[in-house]
T-cell receptor, first 114, second 111 residues
């Protein structure tokens, strides 16, 4: 049973560019959340997708957008990259939004913006 | 606004010691609390989940307690091993779906 998978594992971009990160949830899960983790910090919630819609959003600018596909996989897009966007981006999945379940995290995508 | 604090920020101990990691949160109206382990540059592995109605959860050498009224949780690691070396994060969930994380405790267990 595959867990949460993310791609790519590492990415290097320059300021002003755009990036797309991908996530496939754990089998049986239909809810995907994205988190940003800066070096030495705890993860910060970006947004959550369920039934192909954004259900909740954290305190991130509109440069951060996402999408969920019918197969429950998800993409995180970041436009006009800034140096401060350099971080580990984590995807998490769960079976039902708001349920009493553990969140399962992927290994993350390490984004470096030069 | 919910804030989560973890103390200590870093800990270095010899193998075999019993450890206590602390997590405190400012708003006691939580849904549950979860402890995670993170290896360097890697994702998070869920260790224990405690519902707001529970007092503690145990898994192997790990025991997590929750005192919601005082806004505190502890993670107890018995007979620590070098393989336990990692960063340990606690996170609380309110009646929404997002987790609010602390900044973690970086643990090193040396032989």
């Amino acid at each position: 049973d595959a867990g949460v998978t993310q791609s790519p594992t590492h990415l290097i971009k320059t300021r002003g560019q755009q990036v797309t990160l991908r996530c496939s949830p754990k089998s049986g899960h239909d809810t995907v959340s994205w988190y940003q983790q800066a070096l030495g910090q705890g993860p910060q919630f970006i947004f959550q997708y369920y039934e192909e819609e954004e259900r909740q959003r954290g305190n991130f600018p509109d440069r951060f957008s996402g999408h969920q596909f019918p197969n429950y996989s998800s993409e995180l897009n970041v436009n006009a990259l800034l140096l401060g966007d350099s971080a580990l981006y984590l995807c998490a999945s769960s079976a039902v939004p708001g349920a009493d379940e553990k969140l399962f995290f992927g290994s993350g995508t390490q984004l470096s913006v030069l | 606004k919910q804030e989560v604090t973890q103390i200590p920020a870093a800990l270095s101990v010899p193998e075999g010691e019993n450890l206590v990691l602390n997590c405190s949160f400012t708003d006691s109206a939580i849904y549950n609390l979860q402890w995670f382990r993170q290896d360097p540059g890697k994702g998070l592995t869920s260790l224990l989940l405690i519902q707001s109605s529970q007092r503690e959860q145990t898994s192997g050498r790990l025991n997590a307690s929750l005192d919601k009224s005082s806004g505190r949780s502890t993670l107890y690691i018995a007979a620590s091993q070098p393989g336990d070396s990692a960063t340990y994060l606690c996170a609380v969930r309110r009646n929404t779906d997002k987790l609010i994380f602390g900044t973690g405790t970086r643990l090193q267990v040396f032989p």
